[in-house]
Structures are given as C-alpha cells and as structure tokens.
C-alpha cells in the first residue's frame, strides 16, 4: 500500500534553481524520511525528521514537517545535474515498516 | 549501518516458473522487509519477514505467490512463485537497526 502521494510527479528546472517537492501522508508517524534514488539504482538515505521537529537541514537539503496537515516538503538549493533522480518520501505509520510515498522525478539541467 | 547482499542482481524468467532472491545481512537484525517496485513506480510493501515465524503479508500480497524465509537473524529469501510478465519488477530487501533502514541494492526481474 502507498502512505501518500507527493507533487509533483516530474519537476525540471535549470542548475542553480531550487526545487521543491512536497509529499503528504495518512496516518499519524513517529518520523518521516526522505530517500534519493538514480535510475535503476539503490536507495540513499537523505534526511530524518522526526514528527515533533517542523524543519531540518542537511547541507543544500531543507525538510519541514506540518503534522496538523500531514506533509513535508523537500526543498533542494541550488539545484546540480548531479541531483537529478526520483525523490521519494516515506513513513513509518508509528511501526517498524516503512511505507513510500509515490515520487517526485527530478530533472536538472545544466 | 548494516551491509546488504542481495542475490541475484538480475535475472530473466520464463513465465510459470519462480525466482528465489537472497538477502544476507553482515550483522544480526530483527527487522527485515521485502519491497516490490514495479516499472517507473514507488516502492511497495510486499512483507515484514518474521525470524522464526511466518511473515506479515501487505494487503494485496499473499503467501503462495510471495513464500518468504527468515531462518535467522541475518538471512532470508523471497520467492516470486508462478512468474508472468507483471511480476517484472525490482525487488528489494531492506533491514531496520538502530542506524534506521538499509536497503540492498535490489534484484531486477524481467519475466519473458
């Protein structure tokens, strides 16, 4: 089953652009996740945050949480080539499962 | 973190036949998860794989078409039973610790 849906689906913008992308969610969590994905490859962790947290950073990544709304957003800043790839954010539903939202296609042109 | 090593890669089937996928862990886990995700889409929850005791099926997802193992702490085995071409997908083992999740590198499935 699919926790949520995130928007957008595909997003392209030049370099140096910022891209956001937001994802919303069903059930109350302890923390949601942002996860990056290239083509036809693994999974890399980027960012935690917990549901008691409302913003977070890690170097160009900003992530907040809305839990009266049940979203977060990824904000990338100056976006590079090297980020393109599907974003995807996840949930753990308050269990130990982790449960994915739908993905953002990320293309970033040089 | 954990270190996953999940095998085969890769593989082609012919339809009616079943594919078991390994996952081995470099260190002992008590939580470990299957994934399915299909062409151009998200990640889906197949199963938790319970050490000991049979796994936690996601709606949508039964035992006879998805037999998984978990005889330890660090190893298990998902099956794709009775393949066709909409079991082609990549699937993906992925384990929880106090690190959080670790995903293996996935095995991508194509069905002929």
């Known amino acids: 089953s699919q926790q949520g849906e995130e928007d957008p689906q595909a997003l392209s913008i030049q370099e140096g652009e910022n891209a956001t992308m937001n994802c919303s969610y069903k059930?109350?969590?302890?923390?949601l996740q942002w996860y990056r994905q290239n083509s036809g490859r693994g999974l890399v962790h980027l960012i935690l945050?917990?549901?008691?947290?409302r913003e977070k950073h890690s170097g160009r990544l900003r992530v907040t949480l809305d839990t009266s709304k049940k979203s977060s957003s990824l904000l990338i800043t100056a976006s590079r080539a090297a980020d393109t790839a599907s974003y995807f954010c996840a949930t753990d539903e308050n269990t130990d499962k982790l449960i994915f939202g739908t993905g953002t296609r990320l293309q970033v042109f040089p | 973190s954990a270190v996953i090593s999940q095998k085969p890669s890769r593989d082609i089937c012919q339809r009616g036949t079943s594919l078991t996928i390994q996952c081995q862990v470099d260190?002992?886990?008590?939580?470990m998860f299957w994934y399915r995700q299909q062409p151009g889409q998200s990640l889906t929850l197949i199963a938790t794989a319970n050490q000991g005791s049979e796994a936690t099926y996601e709606s949508g997802f039964v035992i006879d078409k998805f037999p998984i193992s978990r005889p330890n702490l660090t190893f298990s085995t998902l099956t794709v039973s009775n393949m066709s071409p909409e079991d082609s997908s990549i699937y993906l083992c992925s384990v929880q610790g106090h690190w959080g999740y670790t995903f293996g590198s996935g095995t991508r499935l194509t069905v002929v």
């Open positions: 945050i917990r549901s008691n947290e």
């Open positions: 260190s002992q886990v008590t939580m």
């Open positions: 059930t109350s969590i302890n923390n």
